[in-house]
C-alpha cells in the first residue's frame, strides 16, 4: 500500500538521492526496498499533476446560484434496506410503478426490478421485509434494459434484442410485441396526453429512435402496432424524455447521441403520423440546443442521462459521459417553436448544428460573415446562460460506465451512480456533494437509481432506490 512515506522514498529513489533515501529508509523504518516504481505505481509528480488537473476543472464550474431556497434540504434518504430477490445476479433497471397485478386487484405502486437472468421482479413497498411478490421470467427473450408503466396496467419493456413487449398485469400475459430494432434497446420513454394517444419512444444501438402511437382506451384491444415515426441517427441514441413547450404546448420528444454535446427536439403531434403518410414516417429535428457552446473540442462529453425537474419542466438535469468523473449540469430547456426558433432554424432537418435564425430574423447567403459571426456568438451566449450548474460529481466512471441520476422529490438535489459503489447526492446550488450513501460493494458498478416518494406503512416517503453488479437491490430510506 502507497503510503506518504513509501511515495518520499521512491521520489527519492528516482531521482538518484542515495544518501537521503539511506538515511530516510533507516529513519522512518522502512525496508530497504521500500519505493521501488512499477508501471502504474502512484508517485508525487503524479499526485501534483492530478490536483492542477482537478483545480483547472474547478475554473469552468458553474456553480453558486442565488436561489437559497432551494439548497439541499434534511433529512434525506440515507438508511439502506436490502431487497432480497429471487436469485444473485446484477440488476439493470429499476423504477416504481403503478399496476394492478392480477384480475380484480386495485392499482398500487410497486418497485420494479429487472435483472440480467432475464426476470423483472415486482416488490411490494412493506416497511418490514420489502416481498417480492412477483418475478416474472417469461417477458422477454433476453435481459430486460428498460420498462415503463401505463394506463395503471400495461408495462412495456425492451430487451437486449431488439424485441418490445406489452405486459397486461391484470391478465399476467404478454399481449403484443414487436421487433423493429436490430440491437440493445437501451430505453422506453412514454407520454399519455390529454387527448388519450399514448406516445411510445424507443432507442437502439441500431442508431434508431422509433415512434409509437397507442391508443389504450380499450384495454381488452390494446396492440402495439408498427412505429409511426423514425429518426435515424449517426450515433447511437443515449437519452429519450417527453416534455411539453409551455409556450404553445407542443409535444417535444429530447433525444442525446454519443459523441455529440447537444439535446436534439424533435416535435411530434397526430398530424404528421395520419393514415394519409406511409409509415414510419422520417421525424424532422427541430432544434438544437448545445450543452458546451464554448467548447472547441470535437466532443467534450455525451449527455448520457437526463431527467426533468419535479418542481418546474423547463429544467432538466444532465448526467455527461466525461472520465475520469461524472459532470451533472442542470439546464433551461430553450425549446424551439413555430416559425422562429428560440435558438435555432426549424424549417430545415438536419443532424448538424441549427443556424440562429432567432437572433437575426433569418440570416441567408447574402448576410455577412462578421454579422454570422456576431449571431453565432450570441446564439453561444444564450446557451451557456441556459446552463444553471455545471459541476464535478467526483462519481468515477470510464468510458464503458452507463451514467444515470435521479432528481429528489422536492428538486433540491439529485443523486448520481458511480462506479465505486457510492451514490452521490448533489446539492444544486452548491454543486457540492451533500450526503454519500454507502452500502453497496466498495468497487462495484452502480447501474441504476430511482428516487421518489413511495407509499411504505401507510405513510408517503422520500427514498432512493439503487441495484447494481454487486446483485443488491437496496432501498434507502430516511431515518425515523
Same mark, same amino acid.
Given at each position: 500500500m502507497d503510503t506518504p512515506a513509501v511515495l518520499v522514498a521512491r521520489f527519492l529513489r528516482t531521482n538518484d538521492y542515495t544518501e537521503t533515501l539511506t538515511a530516510f529508509l533507516q529513519e522512518a523504518g522502512l525496508p530497504i526496498d521500500a519505493g521501488n516504481t512499477e508501471p502504474g505505481s502512484l508517485t508525487i509528480e503524479r499526485i501534483v499533476e492530478e490536483k492542477q488537473n482537478y483545480d483547472l476543472s474547478l475554473k469552468f464550474e458553474k456553480v453558486g446560484l442565488e436561489d437559497k431556497a432551494k439548497e439541499w434540504t434534511n433529512p434525506a434518504p440515507s438508511v439502506p434496506s436490502i431487497i432480497k430477490l429471487p436469485t444473485s445476479t446484477n440488476l439493470l433497471s429499476i423504477s416504481i410503478g403503478v399496476l394492478s397485478i392480477g384480475t380484480g386487484a386495485a392499482p398500487q405502486p410497486f418497485i420494479l426490478a429487472s435483472t440480467a437472468d432475464r426476470r423483472l421482479n415486482v416488490v411490494r413497498p412493506d416497511p418490514r421485509t420489502f416481498n417480492v411478490v412477483h418475478s416474472f421470467t417469461?417477458?422477454? &427473450?433476453?435481459p430486460i434494459l428498460s420498462f415503463t408503466a401505463l394506463a395503471e396496467r400495461f408495462l412495456v419493456c425492451t430487451s437486449m434484442s431488439g424485441k418490445v413487449v406489452v405486459f397486461d398485469s391484470k391478465k399476467q400475459e404478454v399481449i403484443s410485441q414487436r421487433k423493429d430494432h436490430t440491437k440493445y434497446v437501451v430505453q422506453v420513454a412514454s407520454y399519455e396526453d390529454e387527448a388519450g394517444a399514448t406516445w411510445l419512444a424507443t432507442a437502439g444501438w441500431d442508431g434508431k429512435v422509433l415512434v409509437y402511437v397507442a391508443d389504450i382506451s380499450d384495454p381488452e384491444t390494446l396492440q402495439l402496432g408498427e412505429p409511426a415515426g423514425r429518426i435515424q441517427l449517426p450515433s447511437n441514441p443515449e437519452a429519450l424524455l417527453f416534455v411539453r413547450n409551455p409556450e404553445d404546448n407542443a409535444?417535444?420528444?429530447?433525444?442525446?447521441?454519443?459523441?455529440?454535446s447537444s439535446l436534439f427536439y424533435y416535435k411530434v403531434n397526430q398530424d404528421?403520423? &395520419?393514415s394519409s403518410h406511409a409509415r414510419p414516417v422520417a421525424v424532422p429535428l427541430s432544434g438544437e440546443q448545445n450543452l458546451a457552446p464554448y467548447s472547441n473540442a470535437w466532443v467534450a462529453f455525451t449527455p448520457a442521462a437526463i431527467a426533468l425537474s419535479p418542481?418546474?419542466?423547463?429544467?432538466?438535469a444532465v448526467a455527461t459521459s466525461s472520465v475520469p468523473h461524472m459532470k451533472l449540469l442542470v439546464v433551461r430547456l430553450l425549446?424551439?417553436?413555430s416559425g422562429r426558433s428560440t435558438f435555432g432554424d426549424v424549417s430545415e432537418p438536419s443532424s448538424t448544428r441549427v443556424s440562429p435564425t432567432s437572433l437575426s430574423g433569418g440570416i441567408d447567403a447574402s448576410t455577412p460573415a462578421a454579422r454570422q459571426g456576431r449571431l453565432a456568438l450570441a446564439l453561444q451566449d444564450r446557451e451557456a446562460a441556459a446552463i444553471r450548474l455545471h459541476c464535478n460529481t467526483m462519481a468515477p466512471q470510464t468510458q464503458y460506465s452507463s451514467p444515470a441520476l435521479a432528481w429528489r422529490p422536492d428538486g433540491t438535489g439529485v443523486f448520481v451512480n458511480s462506479d465505486d459503489g457510492v451514490i452521490r447526492g448533489i446539492d444544486i446550488i452548491t454543486g457540492?456533494?451533500?450526503v454519500a450513501l454507502v452500502h453497496h460493494t466498495t468497487g462495484s458498478k452502480i447501474r441504476c437509481i430511482w428516487a421518489g416518494t413511495l407509499p411504505v406503512g401507510g405513510k408517503t416517503e422520500e427514498c432512493v432506490l439503487s441495484g447494481g453488479f454487486d446483485q443488491q437491490l437496496i432501498v434507502w430510506r430516511i431515518k425515523q
Open positions: 417469461e417477458l422477454q &427473450d433476453s409535444l417535444n420528444l429530447l433525444v442525446t447521441r454519443r459523441d455529440s404528421m403520423f &395520419d418542481t418546474d419542466s423547463n429544467w432538466i425549446f424551439p417553436s457540492k456533494v451533500a
